[in-house]
Nanobody, 116 residues
Protein backbone atom coordinates (compact mmCIF):
# COMPACT_ATOMS: atom_id res chain seq x y z
CA UNK A 1 0.00 0.00 0.00
CA UNK A 2 1.36 3.37 -1.03
CA UNK A 3 1.57 5.99 1.65
CA UNK A 4 2.92 9.53 1.44
CA UNK A 5 3.15 11.29 4.80
CA UNK A 6 3.85 15.00 5.03
CA UNK A 7 5.19 16.74 8.11
CA UNK A 8 6.70 20.05 9.14
CA UNK A 9 3.78 22.41 8.76
CA UNK A 10 2.81 24.93 11.39
CA UNK A 11 2.31 28.56 12.28
CA UNK A 12 5.06 30.98 11.30
CA UNK A 13 5.38 34.74 11.20
CA UNK A 14 5.77 36.62 7.91
CA UNK A 15 9.36 36.46 6.76
CA UNK A 16 9.91 33.18 8.56
CA UNK A 17 10.88 29.75 7.29
CA UNK A 18 9.63 26.20 7.41
CA UNK A 19 10.82 22.87 6.11
CA UNK A 20 8.22 20.42 4.90
CA UNK A 21 9.05 16.76 4.47
CA UNK A 22 7.23 13.94 2.75
CA UNK A 23 8.18 10.34 3.34
CA UNK A 24 7.09 7.54 1.05
CA UNK A 25 6.38 3.94 1.79
CA UNK A 26 5.19 1.42 -0.75
CA UNK A 27 6.61 3.02 -3.88
CA UNK A 28 9.78 2.55 -5.84
CA UNK A 29 10.49 6.12 -4.82
CA UNK A 30 13.39 6.73 -7.17
CA UNK A 31 11.15 5.93 -10.16
CA UNK A 32 8.69 8.73 -9.46
CA UNK A 33 8.78 12.41 -10.06
CA UNK A 34 7.72 14.34 -6.99
CA UNK A 35 5.82 17.55 -6.57
CA UNK A 36 4.38 19.81 -3.94
CA UNK A 37 0.95 21.38 -4.37
CA UNK A 38 -0.94 23.71 -2.10
CA UNK A 39 -4.54 24.70 -1.60
CA UNK A 40 -5.60 27.85 0.16
CA UNK A 41 -9.11 28.28 1.57
CA UNK A 42 -11.57 29.03 -1.21
CA UNK A 43 -8.98 28.53 -3.92
CA UNK A 44 -8.07 25.77 -6.32
CA UNK A 45 -5.15 23.48 -5.65
CA UNK A 46 -2.02 24.79 -7.37
CA UNK A 47 1.33 23.31 -8.28
CA UNK A 48 4.17 24.80 -6.25
CA UNK A 49 7.28 22.86 -7.20
CA UNK A 50 8.39 19.73 -9.05
CA UNK A 51 11.56 17.68 -8.93
CA UNK A 52 12.69 15.04 -11.38
CA UNK A 53 13.54 11.43 -10.58
CA UNK A 54 17.25 12.20 -10.25
CA UNK A 55 16.73 15.51 -8.51
CA UNK A 56 18.67 17.34 -11.16
CA UNK A 57 15.68 19.17 -12.63
CA UNK A 58 13.35 21.37 -10.64
CA UNK A 59 10.55 23.74 -11.54
CA UNK A 60 8.70 26.31 -9.47
CA UNK A 61 5.60 28.39 -9.72
CA UNK A 62 6.52 32.03 -10.27
CA UNK A 63 4.97 32.98 -6.94
CA UNK A 64 7.56 30.96 -5.00
CA UNK A 65 10.66 31.20 -7.19
CA UNK A 66 13.65 32.31 -5.18
CA UNK A 67 11.87 31.61 -1.89
CA UNK A 68 11.09 27.88 -1.94
CA UNK A 69 13.47 25.00 -2.67
CA UNK A 70 12.46 21.44 -3.44
CA UNK A 71 14.88 18.57 -2.88
CA UNK A 72 14.80 14.81 -2.58
CA UNK A 73 16.79 12.02 -1.00
CA UNK A 74 16.25 8.77 -2.84
CA UNK A 75 18.14 6.85 -0.17
CA UNK A 76 15.59 7.93 2.44
CA UNK A 77 12.50 8.01 0.21
CA UNK A 78 11.86 11.61 1.13
CA UNK A 79 11.14 14.85 -0.66
CA UNK A 80 11.43 18.18 1.08
CA UNK A 81 10.25 21.70 0.49
CA UNK A 82 12.14 24.53 2.13
CA UNK A 83 9.96 27.60 2.49
CA UNK A 84 11.74 30.90 3.09
CA UNK A 85 10.57 34.51 3.25
CA UNK A 86 7.06 33.31 3.92
CA UNK A 87 4.14 35.59 3.20
CA UNK A 88 0.54 35.44 4.43
CA UNK A 89 -0.41 34.47 0.88
CA UNK A 90 1.54 31.24 1.35
CA UNK A 91 -1.01 30.05 3.89
CA UNK A 92 -2.43 26.78 2.61
CA UNK A 93 -2.52 23.05 3.01
CA UNK A 94 0.57 21.65 1.31
CA UNK A 95 0.44 18.24 -0.37
CA UNK A 96 3.19 16.10 -1.80
CA UNK A 97 2.54 13.91 -4.79
CA UNK A 98 4.35 11.10 -6.53
CA UNK A 99 3.77 10.81 -10.26
CA UNK A 100 4.82 8.50 -13.05
CA UNK A 101 2.93 8.41 -16.30
CA UNK A 102 -0.76 8.16 -15.44
CA UNK A 103 -0.08 7.12 -11.86
CA UNK A 104 -0.43 9.74 -9.17
CA UNK A 105 -0.34 9.36 -5.42
CA UNK A 106 -1.14 12.04 -2.86
CA UNK A 107 -0.35 12.63 0.76
CA UNK A 108 -2.89 13.84 3.30
CA UNK A 109 -1.45 17.35 3.47
CA UNK A 110 0.12 19.54 6.10
CA UNK A 111 -1.14 22.99 7.12
CA UNK A 112 1.10 26.03 6.77
CA UNK A 113 -0.19 29.23 8.32
CA UNK A 114 1.70 32.50 7.94
CA UNK A 115 0.45 35.16 10.34
CA UNK A 116 1.80 37.75 12.74
Amino acid sequence: QVQLVESGGGLVQPGGSLRLSCEDSGLTFSAYGMSWYRQAPGKERELVATISITGLDTNYDDSVKGRFTISRDNTKNTVSLHLNSLEPEDTAVYYCTAHRGSRNFWGQGTQVTVAA
